[in-house]
Structure formats: C-alpha cells, structure tokens
C-alpha cells in the first residue's frame, strides 16, 4: 500500500464520525460534475447582477422560521 493511502487510513482512523462526515461529503460534492448553466441560471445571475431586490437574502434563523411557520 502507498505512503498516501496508509496515511489516509490512519488520518480516518482517528476522525469522530462528525469529522468523518464532513469530509465524505467535501468528497461527494468535489465528485460531483460541473455543467453549465442553463437558461434559467442564466436568467438568476443576471438578475443577481442587475435587479437590487436580488440582494435581499434571509438570514439562517429567518429561513428555519419561516420554514417552521410553514410546516404548521
């Protein structure tokens, strides 16, 4: 076995299951394949670009709020 992948092993030996976790998923995300945008893409970029209520963004705690308020 390479130098490498013996000390992957023992790099994911050591991780919390948190730890390990988090880097399976920057692993699936870095797997996964990038495309190109398509006309609706197309159209949010150029509105995040050009209309100034694009900018408005919902903070964490409001989004869980208001998906909370919602689910009632």
Avoid: Y
Wanted: proline content about 4%; charged content about 40%.
């Amino acid at each position: 076995m390479s130098n490498i992948k013996e000390r992957l092993i023992g790099a994911i030996t050591v991780m919390s299951e948190e730890q390990a976790q988090a880097l399976w998923n920057k692993l699936v995300l870095d797997s996964a394949p990038e495309t190109e945008p398509d006309e609706f893409d197309k159209k949010m970029l150029d509105a995040i670009e050009h209309d100034p209520d694009c900018h408005e963004f919902a903070s964490d705690e409001e989004v869980e709020r208001m998906l909370r308020e919602n689910a009632d």
